[in-house]
């Protein structure tokens, strides 16, 4: 019973080791092909993080902020409602800025100036989704290059052994293409989802500025509106 215990002691300690052994193995054994998909995992990332901090900082906005404005301008006081907007600092808020800077010109270029600025925030959000969009497409294709890169190899291992069928000589091509495809599709399902997580967020962001803008220019066209000069 002692020697039963003793051997079952030393397997759970050997599989233990190996267990954490095994990524690394796991990685070596993939071939070169492993680092630029890790590389690319990395980058996946940092750029989900670094886009889901900036678009959530530019979702935060006042839900008075709208009504504060509106009250600014119905008293003429547009160098409030411009310190109000440079105080928010958001995407909305900026926008919003520029419309009321446009003050007293068409509404048509109101609209645009508006819009040209929602134009350029959107695209500062958007900044680094084509390449998470790339590497979504990208990763899996390179795991798929290494599993062919992985039968060539058994292949030419069968060949030079005379076509006899040896699993440890053909072990070292599988482990090629099989670990390969595996870290591809690591890295490129998590980028996939990532992209069009971010996207949703960026759309949801583009209707609130979308519906301000109309809010803004509601304001504008209020009954009864005092001249707009600056206090």
Do not use: H
Request: hydrophobic share 50%; aromatic share 8%.
């Amino acid at each position: 019973m002692l020697t039963l215990l003793q051997t079952t002691a030393e397997t759970v300690v050997e599989t233990g080791e190996t267990a954490r052994m095994g990524l690394w193995e796991l990685f070596t054994k993939g071939g070169w092909l492993m680092w630029p998909l890790l590389i690319l995992g990395g980058v996946t990332v940092f750029i989900f993080v670094e886009r889901y901090l900036a678009i959530r900082k530019a979702s935060v906005l006042d839900m008075n902020f709208m009504n504060r404005i509106r009250d600014y301008i119905a008293e003429g006081k547009v160098r409030s409602a411009i310190a109000l907007c440079k105080k928010t600092d958001t995407p909305i808020a900026r926008m919003i800025e520029k419309g009321i800077e446009r003050i007293g010109r068409p509404q048509s270029d109101v609209q645009n100036a508006i819009e040209n600025v929602a134009n350029l925030e959107v695209s500062k959000l958007e900044n680094g989704l084509p390449f998470l969009a790339t590497i979504a497409g990208g990763a899996p294709m390179i795991g798929f290059l290494g599993t062919v890169l992985g039968m060539v190899r058994t292949f030419m291992d069968m060949s030079a052994a005379g076509g006899t069928v040896d699993m440890s000589l053909l072990s070292g091509g599988m482990y090629v293409a099989m670990v390969t495809t595996v870290m591809g599709l690591i890295v490129g399902i998590p980028a996939y989802f990532g992209y069009n997580y971010l996207v949703a967020r960026i759309e949801k962001l583009v209707f609130r500025m979308e519906a301000n803008s109309i809010a803004f220019m509601d304001i504008l066209n209020l009954p009864a509106q005092p001249a707009q000069t600056a206090r």
